[in-house]
């Protein structure tokens, strides 16, 4: 009699439990699940540059069902101030965070006590240790390859001509290991060729646009590294000619493609910016949802377009993710 | 009641089935209705969309271009301009070029760029190449006129050949309205912010993707679309499966332009969908089980109930106890009780009847094993007394009728079996002066008896059977030399009289026997001694009283009489002789209330 009263109230009790989980189940179907959340730190987050990336990352958040913050962020942003604005994210309830590394020998240090926290992936950088694989997974082009193929453009153009010829490097000071890389690329090409190079490194923080496009010395072709410095470059050469110089560079904003198709600029290397944002969040997400995987370096493609291509079904659709 | 569970959670089962897959199927109709409804509304709109964009066109051709562009440049363009204010909303450019592809007219106003080559556009090529028609191109970049923004416009061309009228000469010329791209994508994005995994796309005749929630995705080879085989489909609902994903698409024609909308229902967005349903079936099971559960316990509570209580009193009863038998429950029950009830009160009417006989059975025993007794002594006594005055010794026959006096009150004791220790020695020496005489005083006889044992109970008639035995089998056959002690004393809270005799003894398998087989030793006597009063003493004091037998042949026998210290008072007479046996713990009390009055005696 006593073992029947036990396997009744077992049974009820098995049941009842059963209710609550179903109930507690229904309730949470209803409520929705909580999204995770990954945050977004780049420099100067409103420019145009970003336009693709950010149209990338929204995609993806929209296909791997994540709630996405871009951080509003200024110019130049130090280590410090990048490791502010990541607490501030995790505080806020970020779960991951994709940060273009600031420039400065301490973020490297920085990021990996932030990885600690939460799961971090770096994008629009090269690797933050001089050849050596870092320990922090990126999303990025290849930035040596953009460069190569930059001086390659250049051979095409002018072949045996560019013996004597100048070349001036323009880069911008936040991003020199990209600019690095690409300087190391162009110098692959054009490195016995003949030609004349000198660099310039341009410190928005320290001179003004036009200041620094005016100290520029004179220069038969110019090489802008990044974004910044080629639509300063194309601004200037398309209103001043730029000693007339022609104006090559990496270009990822409808202002560079502008110039391109102005004709104030020669040639753009266009880095896939979409594939940036989308790859980084996708790889980000991943390791959200499961537990044991491991992020993994994602390096994204880029395009060499010129003028007669610029309206091509495919470089249109660059175009497309840019105007977004 | 197994089988009652079994049928009631099948039907569960089955209801919850049944109307999982009618909600199912219904929300399936419901979801497909409501997804044509909305492609419906959205076909409609964009059809009105496209329509307008015509209008537009037909406007400037049939009402603007109709002038003669040399004379009427300014009317045409104010037409113009009238025409792509009313509608900048939705509209990038209106701009005419002439067969060579010169600009001849636009609005709004704004710097054509450098050489675009139109006649290399699509939307020139096709309206030149058909052209009687109108033509809807794909998305595209606008790639005409540079407004100094820096910013690249995504349009959809609306192209036609239209008649231009320069000067009085008339040629060729194509119109051509840009349709802002964002007014589609707008509506589209609309309609694809349900988040259930249900998405429209929008796609020409070709499949060619004019609209698609994930198109840089399709585009950039990370996600497929079925489009090229959903442009062959005509308009209705279609179940196919894509990339291993079945699924439901819906197709709706867009007039004028062959574009197809088309709504895909993965059937995943449907058991998604169910999900609450299938919860809340699964639930309304499981609390039915909790309730069958419950009405189970309950019913077979009813049914059981009254029946582990019959079981109870039932059990009750075998335990010794006399509960009252329970009746209740249903009718069968009651009636199974009223059954056991009387089947008991039967027995313990047949055990009270069974008990009386057997009372009165072990009293006739008695009464037959003591008359068994009196004849036979009395034979022997009346022939000593015979014998005395045959032989003139009328004193000896004098003492011997006294003693057989004395002999007889004792033996008589008011009909009592139970009589006192004191009387039972009296009747044994009464008894053994009676021998003496008749045995001409052959053995000699002591007493020793502690004077505290005479007041307790004791069988009348048990000492004189064994005195018997000790003169016939110890000491007849001996000359003068025969003695016979009777010995009396308390050990233990138990009476022992003895009776021991130096005669001839027995051997171990005649002491064996001697208690067990009254049939066996029949030499002497009545042949009824130590047998007689062993059942007599184990009828009256229970089995673990009785005779002890102990002998060596050539040394003697003693016979111990083994009772209980009982104290003789009328009550514990009555008591014993009714059949009651006293159990050692109740003897002991009585033992010592007895000692203690001794003691005040005594004292």
Known sequence: ?324 | MIAFSVISVSIMLILGIVMYVRFSNSARQDTIQSTQKLMEQTGEYLEDYLISMRQISDAVYYNVIKNDFFEGQEDIQRGMNLLYEANSDNLRSIAIYNNHGSLVAAEPVASQKEDPDVTKQEWYVQAMAEMENMHFSTPHIENLFDDGTSRYYWVISLSRVVELTDNGDSHLGVLLVDMDYSSISRLMNQINELNNGQYFFLCDSNGEIIYHPRQMQISDGIYKENNETVAQYKEGIYEERFEGERRKVIVNSISYTGWKLVGVIPYSTFTSGMADIQYFIVMIMLLMGMMLVIINRVVSDRISSPIRKLNHSVMEYEAGKKPEIYIGGSLEIRHLGWSIQNSYEQIDSLMKTIVQKQNERRKNEIDALQSQINPHFLYNALDSITWMIEGGRNDDAAFMISQLAKLFRISLSKGNTIITVKDELQHAKSYMNIQKVRYKNAFAVTFDIDPEIETYCAVKLTLQPILENAINYGVSSMDDCGEISVSGKMEDGKIILAVADNGIGMSEEEVRFVLTDSNRIHKHGSGVGLVNVNSRIQLLFGKEYGLLVESEPDEGTRVSICIPAIPYTEENRKTLEKGYIFDEEEVKPLYADAMERVKKNEE
């Open chain 1, 1 to 324: 009699m006593k073992n029947d009263k036990r396997i009744f109230i077992l049974t009820e009790a098995v049941l009842g439990i059963l209710v609550i989980i179903l109930a507690f189940l229904m309730f949470r179907e209803k409520n929705g699940q909580d999204e995770q959340k990954i945050s977004v730190i780049v420099q100067n987050s409103e420019d145009s540059q970003w336009h693709a990336f950010k149209y990338g990352l929204a995609m993806a958040a929209e296909d791997h069902e994540i709630e996405l913050y871009i951080v509003s962020t200024g110019e130049m942003l130090t280590a410090s101030q990048e490791k502010a604005l990541m607490e501030d994210e995790i505080a806020y309830g970020a779960d991951a965070i994709i940060v273009q590394p600031a420039p400065g020998e301490e973020t490297e240090q920085m990021l990996k006590e932030m990885q600690n926290k939460v799961p971090i992936m770096l994008v629009e950088s090269a690797s933050l240790q001089n050849g050596e694989e870092s320990e922090i997974p990126l999303t990025a082009p290849d930035y040596y390859a953009m460069g190569k193929a930059l001086a390659e453009e250049m051979v095409k153009d002018y072949g045996k001509n560019l013996k004597g010829k100048s070349v001036l490097i323009l880069s911008q000071a936040g991003e020199s290991e990209a600019a690095e890389q690409g300087e190391k690329g162009i110098m692959e090409v054009l490195g016995n060729t003949g030609v004349q190079i000198s660099r310039s490194v341009w410190d928005s923080s320290e001179i003004s646009k036009e200041d620094f496009m005016k100290r520029q010395p004179k220069a038969d072709l110019v090489v802008a590294l990044d974004d910044t410095t080629l639509t300063a470059a194309g601004e200037y050469s398309a209103v001043n000619s730029l000693h007339g110089a022609v104006v090559y560079g990496v270009g990822k904003s409808t202002e560079a493609v502008y110039y391109l198709d102005t004709r104030a600029v020669e040639c753009l290397v266009v880095p896939d910016e979409f594939n940036v944002g989308y790859q980084s969040l996708t790889e980000t997400a991943e390791s959200l949802k499961h537990s044991f995987y491991e992020m993994r370096d994602r390096n994204v493609e880029y395009t060499v377009i010129r003028r007669e291509t610029l309206f091509s079904k495919q470089n249109q659709e660059i175009l497309f993710t840019m105007s977004q």
